[in-house]
């Protein structure tokens, strides 16, 4: 016989062969998995196989707490076997501590136990018999819990599943403006009909009527009168015929949404298209007013609208705010520009100023019965409008206003379509608006420009007259003309002939130089040996270079029978200015000029060894009025002209003048000339 312990064991184990894990049927699967959910399912094996064991403890108790904290389930769950039937415990489960115990777990995770009450010690065979039935009680229970949970997910699933269904349909019915469709067949034609009550009106007798749907959400009903018998073999052939028929209604509406899914890409490609044209043609246009003008009538034409205008925030006469009307479409739109259509930006009556005021658009799809926002004859037929604020940097500048003869024109793909065109006519309207204030700007610095030439001739030719005069007089009392003079007087006439003389060489440089700008000074073309005029250059500012105790050399290797076509007068002058400036930023050494004749081009180099020039000042000293020292102690004087007028001179001979030095005292500076040899005859 067995003792009372094994007789405990083996009832233990019977109660668990009596329990059985739930499996799902086939049937109750709409679909096979797919190879997706298979290869998620297997990346999710692959994953939990790489859990620690720590990892998979708090798994295992983080799924037992949510379990157990679902809505419908205590937090603790207990049953009683006395022998006879399992009975759920009190909701306050008592334990005995005492007692033999066997604890319930997944992996370390206790989620319960099994105890024995009222038993003594069990021998050491029947504790790991009861660890054994323990441990199978626990994989049992875990996999219960893991089907229940499972199924939940997949009620909920199916859940979701058809109230995307129903939402889907919803969606499609609102879009297309259907609420109810029914069709009528009597075994000669099918007939479509918007009456709801075409299918609640028909006989009651001789009826067989089932449910169409689709994830088990319901869609419909099809229903066939003057049935003989309504048996099972029909039930089934109607059930049939409605399973194909469900499957076939959704295909076609996930067809249909699917191309009216395509048709808003194309349309909304097209649209993008016709904005990125619209911005491309007001990028190329400078005139604020054409530039606008062009906007609205592309607008208007490519997307196919009733009316465009645009409003431009202004100040009026009497110095109030308003919105202006600057453009619109068509002939409707000239005659509103001719009438001086406007809002005031402060009227409260203003639909369209309170949109000015909030910055915000606004989109009206339904305007039959409902105020307009220009109360006007000429746009009658609106039935939708938006309204989209012009906005630059945050600075609010007017208003883009499209309007259509349709209902529910305007989208949210619209909006996005018509901010963006409105952003970017107002970036381009700024930038066209900054253009013509350069072009003023531009235009008034030239007209100053023009006055400071004329103002500078003028003054020169009043300076000259005078300064003449001196030179004359101080000329003739030198000559003892008006009687003898003494030495103090000879010396003090000849600083005034010296210095009128300096005076009268920087007037005509200042009348030379506005001359150059005002486009009146020329040179004349003639027969010039440059060979001789170097060595009368030479013997000329050989007087000057001994008074600053300087040398001057010619190394003078052009052909002294070499005629070309030149301005000699001009060109002694350049040589003279570059002669004399380099004589005055030099204090020792002297100055060295070399030509020669290469090819077709005469090329003369005037070198120093003065102060220098710093290589990004190089391009600066031939600027009008500009000079290498700038400080206020500055030992040099002079009216920073020469240079730009002696370049001026040169390139009027289709020649170039440029220099070259590196900076350091001592090594001074090289002005090189080139200008074409190009001979009398040719």
């Known amino acids: 016989m067995m003792s009372k312990k094994n007789d405990k064991t083996k ?348 910055q915000n658009v606004y989109i009206e799809n339904d305007l039959d019965g409902t105020a307009t926002f220009i109360a006007h004859s000429y746009l009658p037929k609106t039935r939708s409008e938006m309204v989209i604020p012009m906005i630059v940097a945050d600075k609010f500048i007017g208003i883009f206003d499209v309007k259509s003869e349709n209902p529910s024109r305007f989208s949210e793909d619209d909006f996005r379509t018509y901010t963006t065109l409105a952003s970017q006519t107002a970036v381009a309207l700024q930038n066209a608006q900054l253009y013509e204030e350069q072009l003023a700007t531009v235009e008034r610095l030239r007209e100053l420009d023009h006055l400071k030439s004329s103002f500078l001739a003028n003054m020169s030719h009043e300076l000259r007259t005078p300064l003449n005069s001196i030179s004359g007089f101080t000329q003739v009392m030198l000559e003892g003309l008006d009687g003898p003079l003494t030495i103090e007087m000879e010396e003090d006439l000849g600083l005034i002939d010296k210095n009128s003389g300096h005076l009268l060489a920087l007037i005509n440089e200042v009348l030379d130089m506005a001359k150059i700008e005002s486009g009146t000074l020329s040179v004349t073309m003639g027969p010039a040996n440059l060979h001789q005029l170097l060595e009368d250059v030479i013997k000329s500012t050989k007087a000057l270079a001994h008074e600053n105790d300087l040398t001057i050399s010619l190394e003078n290797n052009i052909p002294e029978d070499l005629i070309i076509m030149a301005d000699d007068m001009r060109i002694q ?52 009025f500009s000079q290498v020292d700038t400080s206020t102690t500055r030992k040099v004087g002079g009216t920073g002209l020469g240079l730009p007028i002696s370049k001026r001179f040169i390139e009027m001979h289709n020649g170039s003048l440029w220099a070259e030095s590196t900076g350091l005292a001592g090594e001074g500076s090289t002005f090189i000339i080139e200008i074409p040899a190009i001979l009398p005859e040719k």
Do not use: C
């Open 11 to 358: 009832r233990i184990q019977e109660i668990l062969s009596t329990v059985e894990i739930p499996e799902t049927r086939p049937e109750d699967s709409t679909a096979q998995p797919s190879k997706e959910a298979i290869s998620e399912l297997r990346e999710a094996v692959i994953n939990a196989s790489q859990l620690s064991k720590k990892d998979k403890t708090d798994l295992e108790k983080v799924s037992w707490d949510e379990f157990l904290n679902a809505i419908d389930r205590d937090e603790r769950i207990g049953f009683t076997f006395d022998q006879k039937e399992v009975t759920p415990l009190d909701k306050k489960l008592q334990t005995d501590d005492g007692a033999t115990s066997a604890l319930l777990r997944v992996g370390d995770e206790v989620f319960g136990k099994i105890q024995l009450a009222g038993e003594e010690d069990l021998s050491a065979e029947d504790t790991v018999i009861l660890s054994s039935i323990a441990q199978q009680v626990s994989q049992h229970i875990e996999n219960l819990r893991l089907v229940e949970q499972a199924n939940q997910y997949r009620t909920e699933a199916e859940d979701a599943s058809r109230q995307l269904t129903q939402k889907g349909w919803e969606d499609y019915l609102q879009t297309t403006g259907m609420s109810t469709l029914s069709y009528l067949y009597d075994q000669k034609r099918v007939v479509a009909t918007n009456d709801a009550s075409a299918l609640t009106n028909l006989p009651d007798a001789n009826v067989l009527t089932q449910s169409i749907s689709v994830r088990n959400e319901p869609i419909g009903q099809l229903s066939l009168t003057d049935i003989e018998e309504q048996s099972e073999e029909a039930q089934n052939l109607l059930s049939t015929v409605i399973n194909g028929l469900s499957s076939h209604i959704e295909n076609l509406r996930l067809l249909d949404e699917t191309e009216r899914g395509r048709q808003q890409l194309d349309k909304r490609a097209a649209e993008l298209e016709t904005v990125a044209q619209v911005s491309t043609a007001a990028a190329a246009i400078r005139d604020p007013k054409s530039l606008l003008r062009s906007v609205v009538d592309l607008t208007n034409y490519s997307f196919k609208l009733y009316h465009t205008s645009v409003y431009l925030l202004e100040t009026s006469i009497d110095g109030g705010e308003i919105l202006s009307l600057v453009a619109a479409s068509g002939k409707i739109g000239h005659k509103m520009l001719e009438e001086g259509h406007y809002v005031k930006f402060r009227e409260q009556k203003s639909q369209l100023a309170q949109i000015a005021h909030s």
């Open 573 to 624: 002058q350049v040589m003279i200015n570059l002669i004399g400036n380099a004589m005055k930023f030099t204090h020792e050494g002297g100055v060295f000029i070399y030509s020669e004749k290469d090819n077709d081009l005469i090329r003369i180099k005037v070198i120093d060894t003065g102060m220098g020039i710093p290589p990004d000042l190089l391009e600066t000293v031939f600027e009008a």
